[in-house]
């Protein structure tokens, strides 16, 4: 990629033009516009969004046509296609404009938690007493180390975004033993902008009191009507089986790059090794999340990417560390890439 500046930018541990990392992945738009280059020329592997996905504009474009945006949204036909898919009772399920509204939702209602660190920062910005003792949020996956919770870990909220793609199911269950479940479907059907959630309740009692905190219309008129098309292009266990794979080639590329890779259960994986590597990928079209915000300088997580990702991480890779090209590079099997997820 040729990067041509706009302007002088600041320099990042001596990588010119690129800034510093936000406290969340998925910032391509921030740096794109730093190094002035299309937002679209970049591989983002920031934010850990499902490889496999089918693109979801066809579905979206359709809705759009229909009107949907000239009527107030209803997201009741929504809910109820998602709780048939995940095997729920509508009555407690609330659905949510992302991930990020079911965990501040959930938050208000709790008053007082605890959050283990690291952790997604999300977790502390949204409670209002966060402290030892309070009700344990847990992300699981772990966020950012990847690796599933064991079975008999009990917390009162599970944060199980990216659930789904780490075991071919859409949760563990707990919210039928009592603990709260929060969910981000853009994560799963890889169109963050979108933003669609849902809060998994244990009981109606709860899900009343969600739905009194969450603002009038609060998922848009486009995602409500497009959910039960897009939920119908669902594969969880065929994605979680392409992810594994993805995963394992993902960690064969790192390696031979010299990265130290971490085990991971989740659709990323976390390395270190390589001193600025999120700064000078960047430099390549790649982008990848700097784990300072969780505590962790000197590593990034890294996103499973679909074939054509991975070989192009795979030079920006050989490129930044000087290794040896190797063009044995495997295909991912199973999955389709999703259209327009690399450049």
């Known amino acids: 990629m040729t990067v041509r500046h706009r302007a002088p930018e600041q320099d990042v541990q001596g990588v010119p033009g690129v800034p510093p990392p936000?406290?969340?992945?998925?910032?391509?738009?921030?740096?794109a516009r730093a190094l002035g280059v299309d937002p679209e020329s970049l591989l983002d592997l920031s934010a850990s969004l499902n490889p496999f996905a089918p693109d979801p504009v066809p579905v979206l474009r359709r809705h759009l046509e229909s009107g949907v945006l000239a009527r107030y949204p209803d997201d009741g036909p929504a809910r109820t296609a998602l709780a048939a898919a995940m095997g729920v009772d509508p009555a407690r399920l609330v659905l949510t404009n992302g991930g990020a509204e079911a965990i501040a939702l959930v938050a208000a209602e709790i008053g007082r938690g605890e959050v283990v660190e690291p952790e997604f920062a999300l977790y502390r910005r949204y409670l209002p007493v966060v402290e030892p003792g309070g009700a344990r949020v847990r992300s699981n996956p772990h966020n950012p180390t990847g690796v599933l919770a064991p079975a008999d870990e009990v917390a009162a909220v599970?944060?199980?975004?990216?659930?789904?793609?780490?075991?071919?199911?859409?949760?563990?269950?707990?919210?039928?033993?009592?603990?709260?479940?929060?969910?981000?479907?853009?994560?799963?059907?890889?169109?963050?902008?979108?933003?669609?959630?849902?809060?998994?309740?244990?009981?109606?009692?709860?899900?009343?009191?969600?739905?009194?905190?969450?603002?009038?219309?609060?998922?848009?008129?486009?995602?409500?009507?497009?959910?039960?098309?897009?939920?119908?292009?669902?594969?969880?266990?065929?994605?979680?089986?392409?992810?594994?794979?993805?995963?394992?080639?993902?960690?064969?590329?790192?390696?031979?790059?010299?990265?130290?890779?971490?085990?991971?259960?989740?659709?990323?994986?976390?390395?270190?090794?390589?001193?600025?590597?999120?700064?000078?990928?960047?430099?390549?079209?790649?982008?990848?999340?700097?784990?300072?915000?969780?505590?962790?300088?000197?590593?990034?997580?890294?996103?499973?990417?679909?074939?054509?990702?991975?070989?192009?991480?795979?030079?920006?890779?050989?490129a930044v560390t000087k290794t040896v090209p190797d063009h044995g590079v495997p295909e991912h099997g199973r999955g389709t890439p999703r259209h327009g997820m690399v450049r």
């Open 22 to 31: 936000g406290a969340h992945g998925g910032d391509a738009a921030v740096v």
């Open 158 to 318: 599970w944060d199980e975004a990216f659930y789904p793609l780490a075991t071919g199911t859409w949760t563990r269950g707990d919210a039928d033993r009592g603990s709260v479940v929060v969910g981000s479907l853009t994560k799963l059907l890889s169109c963050p902008g979108l933003r669609l959630g849902y809060v998994l309740a244990p009981d109606e009692r709860f899900a009343a009191a969600i739905e009194r905190r969450r603002p009038a219309w609060s998922v848009n008129g486009l995602a409500a009507a497009a959910l039960g098309e897009l939920l119908g292009t669902v594969d969880l266990a065929g994605w979680a089986r392409a992810v594994a794979r993805a995963r394992r080639e993902l960690t064969e590329v790192l390696v031979r790059a010299g990265l130290v890779v971490s085990p991971s259960d989740a659709n990323w994986v976390l390395a270190s090794g390589v001193p600025d590597l999120r700064a000078r990928l960047v430099r390549h079209g790649v982008l990848v999340r700097d784990c300072t915000s969780f505590g962790m300088p000197g590593t990034v997580r890294v996103a499973v990417p679909d074939a054509d990702g991975l070989a192009r991480l795979d030079a920006a890779l050989v």
